[in-house]
């Protein structure tokens, strides 16, 4: 099974306050761009007697790279074709006065801070790499957290305390659990005889969690367990050994996760500094 403290995707932060995806391999920077855009330089294309600059075209090529696209003279005529779609629906929007509306202006003005905001992380992140130290506490933190067993169970959930009670009675007189998990409300498990498959108990809310640690192997809960969702029935079949994935497979998302939490750590002191009315 997927253990989600160590391959989770991080919850970015809202407004373009995410971390950059696949940091430490950031895509290079364009050549300097000239100010405001324009461009001293020999113009990549011009369209309509407006010269574009070539960064544009070096920074489209780098996020298609990036994702993966190799370098080719295919790729770079695609590239280029964009660049003239652009600059023609652009110019055509312009002429239209599309760039005078109120709502497209606080459009580009939150584009322009997205961007404005992810360089000043990714410059923040540079300046404050995670160590191989901090990566190590955070793995054992999980692993400790984790735990080192998995427990493979059936359950039946039902609304009420009594139903859950008259099910037990009928286990102890012999009925068999993948029958009785009919019952169920539990629609993802009941038509598999109330099978949940492998998992570890901080996987589950905790009255659940405590109930599968205290059962003994082939054994059934004896009391209804009472949860969020309604009135469980729980059936431990086995355990077994908790296998982690190593911390070199493991290291990228960690050092995202601490990624994450400095830059949370890092807005809040700049929150708690700014002056807000």
């Given amino acids: 099974m997927k253990y989600p403290l160590l391959k989770a995707t991080l919850i970015p932060l809202a407004v373009a306050l995410s971390v950059p995806a696949a940091f ?3 895509p290079a920077k364009p050549a300097a761009a000239s100010k405001a855009d324009g461009s001293t330089a ?37 590239v280029r074709e964009e660049i003239i779609r652009r600059e023609i629906l652009s110019q055509e929007a312009i002429k239209k006065g599309v ?4 709502e497209v202006i ?7 801070q997205g961007v404005l905001i992810n360089s000043y992380i990714n410059d923040y992140l540079h300046a404050n790499p995670i160590s191989d130290e901090a990566v190590n506490r955070e793995y054992n933190a999980i692993k400790a957290q984790l735990g080192d067993t998995e427990y493979r169970v059936r359950h039946i959930l039902v609304e009420s305390e ?18 009785l998990a009919q019952q169920s409300k ?14 570890i108990p901080s996987n589950y809310v905790k009255p659940f969690a405590d109930a599968i640690v205290s059962l003994e192997k082939g054994k059934f ?3 209804p367990v009472k949860s969020d969702f309604g009135w469980h029935v729980i059936e431990l079949e086995e355990t077994r050994a908790l296998k982690l994935p190593p911390m070199d ?14 830059v949370e750590r890092h807005i809040g002191e700049l929150r708690a500094k700014a002056k807000i009315d």
Avoid: C
């Fill in 106 to 112: 606080g459009q580009i003005n939150m584009a322009a």
């Fill in 42 to 78: 020999a113009p990549y294309v011009t369209v309509n007697g407006k010269a574009v600059p070539k960064h544009r075209a070096e920074f489209l090529l780098a996020m298609q790279k990036a994702q993966g696209r190799p370098d080719s003279e295919e790729l770079r005529q695609a």
């Fill in 162 to 179: 009594d139903q859950a009670k008259d099910i037990i009675a009928k286990l102890k007189q012999g009925e068999k659990f993948e029958t």
């Fill in 186 to 199: 539990d629609p993802g498990s009941k038509e598999k005889g109330g099978e949940l498959g492998w998992s």
């Fill in 99 to 102: 760039d005078k509306r109120p």
């Fill in 249 to 262: 497979e493991t290291k990228p998302q960690i050092v995202q996760r601490l990624q994450q939490q400095a």
């Fill in 221 to 223: 809960t004896e009391a």
């Fill in 24 to 26: 430490g391999a950031a």
